[in-house]
């Protein structure tokens, strides 16, 4: 359960800071604040602050101020993301009000029903709005709020609760001509209506300056009504010394009310703030401070909370633990998170509407659990293998109950047909004793559209469920999309979303959680390890990885895994180090266990089986024991590693949890066993299984047998694709492309793409489709289109360029002279891959969608409609996406030197480019003057200068950095634009330093937080 702390603050009215008066109280808060809130878990910490925020808000100077002497220094408590604020009656420019007076008095004075002022409110340069324009721009430029709008805008600190920030200020005078506000304040409702109806299921919090009776009486009522039926807390500030009743809590019908002190108005007043702690959705518990003159400290808030220790305890609700259905699918949800006979705190997960590697995150929409649940349409959740797609699955199944006791089914339909799908089906509903009428949703994983009798299936489902949407959970894994991963499994009807990997706050927790129970280092310290060994490793930010990472530390929190072979030869070393209640005496141990388990599994490999009864498994493994004078017990093996669900039950036959392990022991009985070494590489054909490559390699890094293999198995593969392909050996397009994207591909570029197609091997009828751009559509070709380039091997060639990458990157002790043949047949599979894409591009461009070789790729939604236009961008595109399909298999900090030497040397420009790609994503040591040599060998006004241009200023939008990487960037960005500029070959500081910062893109706060 997610603990978090939200200080409220309210009225600092921010002015001269004078060190006698302004500036003590501002000193003894943040004082306080040291020993209130924990600096180490700034990822659970919040701020609101509920106005008046300065004391006279006419200038930006004011606010400057205030940023610079309050915000920075809350810094060290709370990370600026998780700082908001609502506007006050003295955070507006009077000025406005004084030099309209008339006006502004007559707009307040005009009856208008609640849409006549609603509508008012939006139209352009009303003064009501107007006066806000400081704060406005404080809010948008130095706070970062996303979703700011100065009527009134929403925020959520975890996806349980909804905070609304409601500007109650707008008809204010602010003191002028002592015109008092109490009774007269409107507020625009048509925002905080939406925000209760988008936010169903979660806690609502709003947050406004005034209580409740400075609102007219309509206002008044309105919001009154509101929360009996829609809003669980309401805080507010406003509330001075001669005003206070020291009544601050009030609860009302299971609502809280809440007000917060002034934080300053003066130094002999009663000034205060207060912490709230919510579990989940629930307010726990808020404690006030409060400021004590003689002993020149805040202190407990006995005049605020009744209580002698200042703090306030809310009754928490407690769920009927006697809920069957409830309890089924907490047990449900329950196994399907434990790992390694643990079972982790849920980390909250973040969805996209946009993939994981498109560079336009600016346009991705943002989702949570609770927008599934209370949005119920037909999706497709996409994610990598190991991400956690069953275990969100499940505890969507589970929340949906909690929140709304809505009927969420979940199916496994992994290795479905019709009959097995009725099988299960029935099961589910019949273990739930519900008929299909009542599902409202069913969760189906690992779902595929080549399933055989799918679309039966889904027909099936309809008319059984006739009030169920559908949610289907897919892989990527296997599929390519440029700029972005997508697939051939898309759904028509399904809005697609794609599961992130955790954020620096959800690793935050994993490691709070197992470090509080293991303690294994300093949090911090655990947490910096974690982090840089996912990187390292090239690995994702997901759950299961961050856990077999921690559990590697236990072995040995100073010795760094060099790949995933030693992590997990670390992790079932724990394993059998700490085998709980059971005894196993002295035979059982990670190597017995590796050098047994190798041995099965290329038993299944061999039967080509991935199931299997206990039986089986005693029956191979007893009689290989004897053979070899091996003393392991069998039966205790088999239950350590059931109880720590390496291997797991389906339908009464054992399975390993994940099909890494099956490669990964192999692997190890490779080692060992020429014979099955020569079968997995030569007779299985595993080169093309790019794990059993990598876990190989991984053992020793010195397997130079798969060096060899891989080097003339790829040679081979790619020359003969190349063959196949039939395009002229020199054609390049990049090299007329220039700089500004917007000319590129224009005239003779294009020709040369259609006339090139026409000399390739494709067959005459589909080159007359590819040659007519004004032809409709492609589609009735499609099938023709496979079947003919299926022979090219595409798909092979990547494979075994993705295997080659692994290999590399683990192979640290071979020789020099095999890693460079190596990395050259990698770079000719890219190199092939380039020209397969160039041979579709006209049938992606016209389709959206295409496929050559096996290799099926689909464009993702934010490419051009019309075909010019998307040509240009699906050949654009093409380097910043074999970037992304192999960076992360290939780079290393140990190949960095190899990999700089061909980004300089090599002889194709198009390779030589995606390695600087490359280098500017994983930003190694000497990045900057690498990149810098890169930018001298590239001309002024080339594609390629672009193209690092345009990558550097995506990742200086949206990437997160270090301060050092982030001025490397920047400076980087600036050499680009005055080479571009000036034709300066190599742009030394001095030219570098008369760029405007004006041409940086705006750091894009809200997705770095992600």
């Known amino acids: 359960m997610r603990t978090i702390k939200v200080i409220h603050v309210s009225d600092i009215h921010y002015e001269n800071n004078e060190p006698e008066n302004q500036g003590l109280i501002l000193n003894a808060f943040f004082s306080d604040l040291e020993n209130k809130v924990d600096c180490n878990n700034k990822e659970n910490t919040f701020c609101i602050i509920s106005g008046d925020l300065v004391n006279k808000g006419n200038s930006e100077m004011i606010y400057s101020l205030f940023y610079n002497n309050f915000i920075s220094r809350l810094l060290k408590y709370v990370p600026i993301t998780n700082i908001y604020c609502c506007p006050g009656n003295h955070d507006f420019n009077r000025k406005v009000i004084e030099d309209n007076f008339e006006e502004h008095a007559r707009q307040i004075s005009e009856k208008k029903n609640e849409t006549e002022f609603n509508e008012f409110l939006k139209t352009e340069n009303n003064l009501f709005v107007r006066k806000f324009d400081f704060f406005k721009n404080f809010c948008t430029s130095q ?40 009774g007269t304040l409107k507020v625009e409702t048509s925002g905080l209506n939406k925000w209760i109806q988008d936010n169903r299921g979660r806690a609502k919090v709003l947050i406004m300056h005034h209580p409740l009776d400075y609102l007219t009486e309509f206002a008044r ?60 959705s629930k307010l726990g518990s808020i404690e006030y401070r409060q400021w004590v003159k003689r002993q020149r400290k805040f202190m407990s808030g006995q005049d605020f909370s009744g209580t002698e220790n200042g703090i306030r305890i809310f009754n928490k609700i407690n769920y009927s633990p ?44 943002k989702y949570d659990y609770i927008n599934l649940i209370n949005n119920p349409i037909n999706y497709q959740i996409i994610g990598a293998p190991q991400f956690g797609l069953t275990c969100f699955a499940k505890y969507l199944a589970l929340k949906a109950f909690q929140f709304n006791k809505s009927i969420w089914i979940y199916l496994d339909s992994e290795n479905w047909n019709y009959a097995k799908y009725h099988s299960d089906f029935d099961e589910a509903l019949g273990d739930f004793n519900i008929e299909g009428s009542s599902v409202n949703c069913l969760l189906l994983d690992n779902w595929k559209n080549s399933l055989k009798d799918s679309h039966k299936i889904l027909e099936n489902i309809k008319r059984k469920c006739p009030n169920a949407n559908i949610v289907i959970f897919s892989n990527f894994s296997d599929n390519i999309v440029l700029e972005g991963l997508d697939s051939e499994e898309s759904h028509e ?75 997990f030869k670390q992790v079932l070393k724990v394993i059998f180090d700490n085998p709980g209640k059971l005894f196993y005496g002295d035979t059982l141990d990670e190597e017995n266990c590796g050098f047994l388990l190798g041995y099965f599994c290329e ?98 890094g010195a397997r130079e047998d798969v060096a060899h293999m891989l080097i003339e198995d790829l040679d081979a593969l790619s020359k003969k694709v190349h063959l196949k392909i039939g395009l002229q050996d020199d054609f390049n397009l990049f090299k007329d492309i220039k700089w500004a994207l917007n000319e590129t591909i224009s005239g003779m570029t294009q020709k040369q793409l259609v006339e090139n197609v026409q000399k390739s091997k494709l067959p005459e009828e589909l080159k007359d489709v590819i040659a007519d751009k004004h032809y409709d559509s492609v589609k009735p070709y499609n099938q023709k289109i496979h079947n003919f380039l299926e022979e090219y091997e595409v798909k092979n060639l990547m494979d075994l360029t993705k295997s080659a990458a692994k290999g590399l990157r683990n192979s640290e002790f071979i020789s020099s002279k095999l890693k460079e043949d190596l990395i050259e047949k990698i770079f000719a599979g890219w ?46 595109s093409m380097p910043h996406n074999l970037n992304l399909w192999y960076k992360d298999d290939l780079f290393s900090d140990k190949l ?55 990558n550097l200023t995506n990742n200086y939008a949206s990437s997160h950095m270090t301060a050092g990487e982030q001025l490397d960037t920047e400076y980087l960005i600036k050499a680009c634009w005055a080479k571009h500029n000036t034709g300066s070959p190599k742009p030394g500081i001095d030219t570098v330093s008369k760029v405007s910062d004006d041409i940086l893109p705006r750091r894009n706060l809200n997705n770095l937080n992600d």
């Not at 039926?229 to 009302?252: C, P, T, V």
């Open 143 to 182: 706070l970062h709020l996303p979703n700011f709008n100065i009527l009134g805008y929403s925020a959520s600190p975890i996806p349980e609760i909804s905070f609304y920030f409601l500007n109650c200020s707008l008809l204010c005078y602010g003191g002028l001509n002592d015109i008092k506000d109490i």
């Open 322 to 365: 006697e809920d069957i259905f409830e309890k089924k699918l907490e047990s449900n949800f329950n196994k399907a998170m434990k790992s390694y006979s643990r079972i982790p705190n849920w980390v909250e997960r973040t969805l996209r509407s946009t993939p994981p590697n498109s560079s336009k995150k600016t346009d991705s929409e």
């Open 831 to 876: 190199q092939e891959t380039i020209r397969a894409l160039f041979l579709i591009a006209p049938v992606l461009a016209k389709n959206g969608f295409g496929g050559i070789g096996g290799a099926r790729f689909k464009l993702t939604d934010d490419f051009p409609k019309e075909y010019d236009e998307c040509l240009k961008k699906v050949i654009t």
């Open 221 to 280: 009522l309105e919001i009154k009504s509101m929360l009996k039926r829609d809003i669980d807390i309401i805080i507010s500030g406003h509330l001075h010394e001669q005003e206070l009743d020291h009544n601050y809590i009030a609860e009302d019908h299971g609502i809280i009310k809440l007000s917060s002190p002034q934080l300053f108005s003066n130094k002999t007043d009663l000034n205060g703030y207060a912490i709230l702690t919510f579990e989940e």
């Open 896 to 950: 960095i030197l190899l990999l700089r030497k061909y980004m300089l040397s090599f002889e194709d420009p198009n390779i030589r480019h995606i390695i600087a790609l490359i280098e500017c994503n994983a930003r190694p040591k000497g990045w900057k003057e690498s990149l810098l040599n890169y930018i001298e060998n590239v001309g002024k006004n080339s594609f390629y200068l672009g193209d690092i241009y345009t």
């Open 603 to 700: 038993h299944l490999l061999k039967e080509n089986k991935d199931t299997f009864p206990e039986s089986e498994f005693h029956a191979i493994c007893v009689p290989f024991c004897k053979e070899n004078y091996n003393t392991t017990n069998t039966y205790d093996l088999l239950e350590v590693l059931k109880n720590n669900q390496i291997l797991v039950t389906i339908n009464g036959e054992l399975r390993f949890r994940f099909s890494y392990w099956i490669y990964y022991f192999a692997a190890l009985r490779m080692k060992i066993s020429p014979q099955f070494a020569s079968y997995m590489l030569k007779d299985k054909h595993s080169l093309y299984f790019p794990e059993i490559i990598e876990f190989y390699t991984g053992i020793d």
């Open 493 to 567: 009807g399904f809005k697609q979303l794609w599961l992130c990997e955790l954020s620096r706050a959800g690793l935050r927790n994993i490691v709070k959680n197992f470090n509080d129970e293991n303690q294994i280092a300093d949090e911090n310290r655990v947490l910096t390890r974690l982090d840089i060994d996912l990187i390292d490793l090239n690995i994702h930010r997901t759950p299961l990885n961050c856990l077999q990472l921690l559990i590697a530390f236990l072995d040995n929190f100073e010795d760094r895994p060099v790949n995933r072979s030693r992590v």
